[in-house]
């Protein structure tokens, strides 16, 4: 059965750095996208990266580019998101969320994720 599960969040000073885990099992990451969104109450649901290892292809919204970094362990089924220089505007629920054949091009497409974590928490707040 495909499985998505986050892990890795938490709370972080301003400037601080996380690193979110998502553990993918039931799929081979070969053939799919795999996008971390993030959701803040009262707000939309936002693609902020995602990762197509096959073909070495990743893409990063404005609002992360430079801080945060996305890869994976292949060998552990596992995509990684590393933040770096927090700010409280990156304050949020974090999914992972898995979309067959997704090329991870530099125009985000939102739908075609059927298969989504639970959600981490990352609060970045003094």
Not at 8 to 21: C, E, I, K, N, Y
Not at 39 to 50: H, L, N, T, Y
């Amino acid at each position: 059965q495909l499985q998505l599960v986050e892990s890795g969040g938490g709370l972080v000073q301003p400037g601080g750095s996380l690193r979110l885990s998502c553990a993918a099992s039931g799929l081979t990451l070969d053939y799919y996208g795999i996008a971390w969104f993030r959701q803040a109450p009262g707000k939309e649901r936002d693609e902020i990266s995602c990762i197509r290892s096959s073909i070495h292809s990743t893409r990063y919204a404005d609002s992360v580019k430079g801080r945060f970094t996305i890869s994976t362990d292949n060998a552990k089924n596992t995509v990684y998101l590393q933040m770096d220089s927090l700010k409280p505007e990156d304050t949020a629920i974090y999914y992972c969320a898995a979309r067959y054949g997704g090329l991870c091009t530099q125009v985000p497409i939102t739908t075609g994720y059927n298969y989504w974590g639970q959600g981490t928490q990352v609060t970045v707040s003094s």
